[in-house]
């Protein structure tokens, strides 16, 4: 607990630094930049609800330090438990790497993202990933057409290392934004062997292009249809604008007399003689894996030509992201239910019972199907996280009622219950200081359950085109783009993979805690 609050402190001290020297730090940024997504929630140019949620984390984080400012000492059957669930092993790992998983997520655009970390132009250094300014080109000595763009931070960087110049540019480890960084194609080159070209040590059989500019495959020069290595049917160029040229045919790499169409400024002859790149295979989107060509996409990228391991990383924060904020919500609501349906009894406890029954009958998906489509599209673009989580939270929380039910039913009868009320305790402590304490193994066990629920109700939603907007990565699009795409087996193995890991770590957490928390297992009579 004394460590949580100090992270939670470190948190809210962060954010507060950063929203006043305006450094957008990984994760920390995210109640102000929340708050600036939303007119009311940052008033006349003051974001409160920033600041507002700082801080509570800030308080939270205080009051875990007061309260457990000495030495905590677990209770023998407490230590017992954590004994046994350090014993499970698969368990144990499991949750190890759940945490190491939270840690990279937290990293944010510091590992995964599209802005340069550092840029040293001229002898001076900024930090365009830090900073909330838009750098342009003409910021980096970049003129011409991306002059006043935004600056391209992998072109820049490039451009920089065939210069050899001493200006440099640091990037993310994975130098791609999840989504809104589309790579238009990737080029791998292909090698040349006695006359024959070769891909992977076997003739190649395909589209050959050379390039104006090999950083950007788009832009072809001239393009051959190559059968078992040697030019066999027609052939295509572009001048450097990109309008079609040239067209000719070729058999057994010979060209076909008479066959050349040539509508261009100038000779043929020079137009075939312009610099160019050696032979490539061009990719379009959705690209397959690339480990050396144009670009690296070491899992291919998606039909809208976002890197499948940025994506991937991006789909793996949203979850993480939405059990942080889902699960603390729904079990505030269904422990305080449960509590009181056990406590209280009688009509209360039958009403509550008969209104969860008919939720309960009501079609989860399709309602919130339904409710997801009636939400504004301007709502869902600034906060559909917070819009889908919100209708999930509607109806998530009566599962847990009957377990809290059970145990307040079967704690409320005992000796402390009743000397809590012959001293005159409120209802509030006695729920909370009492009963909720002597139910904290069902919490842990249903936990890692209803987070692995809550992965699988947002990929459901997503692959099924009602879950989040298309800022946001999502596994289950990325499954649903493999799927329409069966010839790009890259996106749903991903996406497949991804998601099994996850519901698989997740279950062996809630395996062992479910174990270890047994009372009936370990129990020993005496």
């Known amino acids: 607990m004394r460590f949580l609050g100090i992270v939670l402190v470190l948190f809210a001290v962060l954010s507060g630094l950063g929203e006043i020297y305006a450094i957008d730090l990984p994760t920390v940024r995210w109640p102000f930049a929340m708050s600036r997504s939303f007119e009311w929630l940052r008033g006349e140019e003051f ?113 920089f290392a065939d210069e050899e110049s001493e200006n440099k540019v640091v990037m993310p480890l994975i130098p791609y934004a999840p989504t809104g960084d589309s790579i238009a194609a990737v080029a791998v080159l292909l090698t040349e062997t006695g006359g024959v070209v070769m891909q992977g040590g076997d003739p190649y059989s395909g589209l050959g292009s050379r390039l ?170 600034k906060a559909g996280l917070g819009v889908i989580l919100g209708l999930l939270a509607a109806l998530g929380w009566m599962g847990m009622t009957y377990y809290m039910r059970t145990a307040a039913l079967k704690e409320k009868a005992r000796d402390y219950i009743a000397a809590s009320r012959v001293i005159g305790a409120s209802t509030p402590r006695i729920l909370y200081r009492h009963l909720l304490p002597n139910s904290v193994a069902i919490l842990v066990t249903l936990i890692p359950f209803s987070v692995s629920s809550l992965v699988m109700a947002l990929t459901s939603l997503d692959y099924l085109g009602f879950g989040l907007p298309e800022k946001y990565a999502s596994w289950g699009k990325l499954l649903k783009f493999g799927l329409e795409q069966l010839s790009s087996p890259w996106l749903v193995t991903s996406a497949f993979l991804s998601l099994v890991a996850l519901l698989v770590l997740v279950t062996f957490v809630g395996e062992a805690v479910r174990e270890a928390f047994d009372p009936k297992k370990y129990t020993i009579y005496r």
């Open 212 to 381: 104006y500019d090999l950083r950007i495959p788009e832009r072809q020069h001239l393009r051959y249809t190559y059968r078992d290595g040697l030019r066999t049917g027609p052939a295509d160029g572009w001048d450097d604008e990109g309008s079609p040229v040239y067209t000719a045919e070729f058999k057994d790499d010979k060209q076909v007399p008479g066959s050349v169409r040539w509508n261009g400024g100038g000779e043929v002859e020079d137009f075939l003689a312009l610099k160019s790149s050696g032979l490539t295979r061009v990719h379009f989107n959705p690209a397959p894996p690339v480990m050396a060509g144009s670009e690296r996409h070491v899992l291919g990228t998606t039909p809208q030509g976002y890197d499948v391991l940025a994506y991937l990383f991006g789909g793996l924060q949203v979850n993480f992201k939405a059990a942080l904020l889902y699960i603390p919500v729904v079990y505030a609501i269904g422990i305080t239910m449960g509590l009181l349906m056990g406590y209280f009894g009688g009509v209360f406890d039958l009403a509550v019972q008969r209104m969860i029954e008919i939720l309960a009958n009501i079609p989860f998906l399709f309602v919130i199907m339904i409710a997801s489509t009636s939400v504004p599209d301007v709502v869902k673009d």
């Open 47 to 159: 974001p409160w609800f920033g600041w507002f949620s700082v801080a509570l984390v800030l308080l939270a984080g205080c009051y875990l330090l007061f309260k457990f400012c000495r030495a905590h000492a677990w209770t023998p059957i407490m230590e017992r438990r954590i004994r046994r669930f350090k014993s499970i092993k698969r368990g144990y790992y499991s949750l190890l790497l759940i945490v190491a998983l939270s840690g990279l997520a937290s990293l944010d655009h510091a590992l995964v993202g599209k802005e340069a970390l550092a840029v040293c132009y001229e002898g001076e250094w900024s930090f365009p990933a830090f900073t909330r300014e838009i750098e342009k080109g003409e910021d980096f000595g970049v003129s011409g057409d991306l002059e006043e763009a935004p600056a391209d931070y992998r072109l820049l960087k490039r451009r």
